[in-house]
């Protein structure tokens, strides 16, 4: 099992009502239903531990449960056009792989 966090602003001019629209309504159903993904989280940042601003305000926790399996369950129409719009919204993000320890 593998965890992908992904660290993101939103790109100028994208709205965060628009966003977090698209976040609770579109993005979260869909990839919460992939057969590759048993859960998918998006957060809000709100500043960090100590004090002070984060530098990411979005941070996406997929937990896959084969990797291979999402490779497939991406190339989906569906899921080229949630990632389409994500693409859209989303400046530079990072897409972490990681494992546990």
Same mark, same amino acid.
């Given at each position: 099992?593998?965890?992908i966090?992904?660290?993101?602003? @939103?790109k100028?001019?994208v %709205?965060v009502?628009? +966003?977090?629209?698209?976040?609770r309504?579109?993005d &979260?159903?869909?990839?919460?239903a992939?057969?590759s993904?048993?859960?998918?989280?998006?957060l809000?940042?709100?500043?960090l @531990?100590?004090g002070g601003? %984060?530098p990411y305000? +979005?941070?996406?926790?997929?937990?896959?449960?084969? &990797?291979?399996?999402?490779?497939a369950?991406?190339s989906?129409?569906t899921?080229?056009?949630?990632?389409?719009?994500f693409?859209?919204m989303?400046?530079?993000?990072l897409?972490?792989v990681?494992?546990?320890?």
């Open positions: 099992m593998a965890k966090v992904v660290l993101f602003n @939103l100028d001019g %709205s009502a628009d +966003y977090e629209k698209f976040a309504e579109t &979260l159903p869909i990839v919460n992939l057969a993904v048993d859960k998918f989280e998006v809000k940042a709100t500043g @531990l100590g601003e %984060s305000r +979005y941070l996406e926790i997929l937990d896959v449960n084969d &990797l291979s399996q999402l490779g369950d991406v989906t129409e899921m080229q056009q949630v990632a389409a719009t693409r859209s989303a400046d530079n993000p897409f972490i990681t494992e546990a320890l």
